[in-house]
């Protein structure tokens, strides 16, 4: 794991206990393959308000709806924080570029 997708990690991590907002999610260790549905059980308006974190912290070129309607249910259902992290780093480095 490079340093930027470790700092990103850090920063989905905080974002997510923000959005659960429940005393649990602090025991978890959020890491790259924690799964959003099994380990930290998002609910769809949660993954509404990740989304506008997400925007706000990271700017518009990480549409996270945009690429979460690309996928298919089962995809959502196993969608793990490090693909999340992925996403955004290729989203940085496509603006960095542009």
Do not use: Y
Request: glycine share 6%; proline share 1%.
């Amino acid at each position: 794991m490079t340093t930027n997708e470790a700092e990103i990690l850090e920063h989905v991590a905080t974002m997510v206990r923000e959005v659960i907002g429940e005393e649990w999610v602090s025991e978890v260790p959020i890491t790259m393959t924690t799964s959003f549905s099994r380990d930290l059980e998002l609910e769809s308006i949660e993954f509404v308000a990740l989304a506008e974190q997400l925007k706000e912290r990271f700017g518009r070129s990480v549409d996270f709806a945009g690429w979460l309607s690309g996928m298919e249910l089962k995809q959502i259902i196993e969608l793990e924080v490090g693909q999340l992290v992925g996403f955004i780093v290729r989203c940085q480095s496509q603006a960095a570029t542009a």
